[in-house]
């Protein structure tokens, strides 16, 4: 296999000044996220057109010139479940890969399976079985062997043919403008994420009081900014059990804090002025200022309902050769029937923006037979119970409510 081996600033740059009209670029990256606050980027695999090159960071000073590339709007960029990839780019130079497509999600808008892996993707598309050789390789150490380099091609020698194919596909069912739309939905998912805190997130605050959330968030900042500090895993830093348990007791009280169980760690004990004082901030905000804990849901859950209407809507997405896993889940159907019931009056409440099953393609794909269902205007039945789709949807007649 015959691939540039780029390990100098230098060497980049030439690289990408050398490509700078290419049109359509492939990349993946191999990094390691169990050590670092972001995951550390270990190395990145470039295709376009007859050139392959392994582009080496941990050897260079400066990777950006490569970024800069990627984010030229003269050109497409094909990766496969690029979240990472996207980021990457985003903490380096503020701006995303220009015209990103994902393969994942194209797979998911042609009726194939969403998340695909891409090997599997690989073998449907291309008819090649990838080889799994290199798994748990530590991409950090040096040097790494022509074998691991070729295994980590094999990501983004097959991602051009599977562009083609796909978008080839995506042309016929007219849903061009539905990977569009939904790469760019996507993108600004992820970009929010990358600055909103995530301490709602955090596993267990389920029930708890205003007052507990604010020592929630106060120990949560205070446990992100350590983490950032040491560039490591947050949950290394204090772990979400701890951070729960500690705004469930709301005492700034050192002995208290020391006395549970988890918190006896050396450096957790050094800490402990810190971890008190944010517990503090927590207990002294003005009520006004408490977070907001949302309105307690007093609608139906429709769980039978949902759930019912749920295994409808993978009927539904196979007949229109969408993946189900991309469209929505049990929780977004039961969203559009309050919302739905909302608007009849049949429930309390404002309705509010619809919800994600009654806008763009998804609306056109699945709402409007859900909605069709609900009124009553179509009737479901069991067409053949041995077929990998056994239901079928059909108007109902004058006499259907009799």
């Known amino acids: 296999m015959q691939y540039d081996s780029l390990t100098t600033s230098a060497q980049l740059r030439q690289f990408c000044e050398s490509l700078a009209d290419a049109e359509l670029i492939a990349f993946d990256t191999e990094f390691v996220s169990e050590h670092t606050y972001h995951p550390q980027l270990c190395l990145v695999q470039v295709a376009v057109g007859d050139r392959l090159a392994v582009i ?34 985003m903490r380096a130079i503020n701006r995303p890969p220009h015209g990103l497509f994902d393969t994942q999600i194209a797979a998911g808008l042609v009726g194939l399976e969403y998340p695909a892996a891409y090997s599997s993707l690989v073998t449907r598309l291309a008819n090649v079985k990838l080889h799994k050789g290199e798994t748990r390789t530590d991409w950090r150490r040096r040097p790494l062997s022509k074998k691991q380099l070729e295994y980590a091609l094999q990501d983004v020698i097959h991602l051009p043919p599977l562009y083609h194919k796909l978008r080839q596909k995506l042309a016929k069912l007219g849903r061009i403008e539905w990977m569009h739309t939904e790469m760019r939905a996507w993108q600004e998912q992820i970009e929010a994420e990358e600055t909103r805190e995530r301490w709602r997130r955090v596993k267990g605050v389920s029930g708890l009081s205003g007052r507990a959330m604010a020592v929630l968030r106060e120990l949560w900042r205070w446990r992100n900014d350590q983490a950032q500090r040491r560039d490591c895993p947050s949950k290394r830093v204090l772990r979400d059990d701890l951070l729960v348990e500690l705004a469930k007791r ?95 009056g049949k429930l309390p409440g404002d309705p509010g923006e619809p919800p994600a099953l009654a806008q763009g393609w998804r609306e056109e794909v699945v709402g409007r037979v859900i909605e069709d269902l609900l009124e009553g205007k179509l009737a479901i039945r069991i067409s053949d119970a041995l077929s990998e789709m056994p239901l079928t949807f059909e108007p109902c007649g004058p006499r259907a409510h009799l």
């Not at 207990?283 to 609608?299: A, H, I």
């Open 56 to 89: 080496d960071p941990l050897e260079m000073d400066d990777v950006t010139p490569l970024w800069h590339w990627l984010a030229d709007p003269r050109r497409i960029v094909v990766a496969h479940s690029a979240r990472e990839e996207l980021r990457f780019c």
């Open 250 to 344: 709301q005492s700034a009280d050192i002995k208290h804090i020391q006395a549970l169980r988890g918190m006896e760690r050396g450096d957790l004990k050094r800490q402990m002025p810190q971890i008190a004082a944010a517990i503090e901030r927590g207990l002294v905000l003005p009520e006004d200022q408490l977070p907001n804990l949302g309105k307690k849901n007093s609608l139906p859950p429709f769980n039978l309902l949902g759930q019912f209407l749920a295994t409808a809507l993978g009927s539904i997405c196979r007949d229109a050769n969408v993946a189900p896993g991309l469209v929505g889940t049990v929780q977004d159907v039961r969203d559009l029937i309050a919302w739905r019931l909302q608007q009849q």
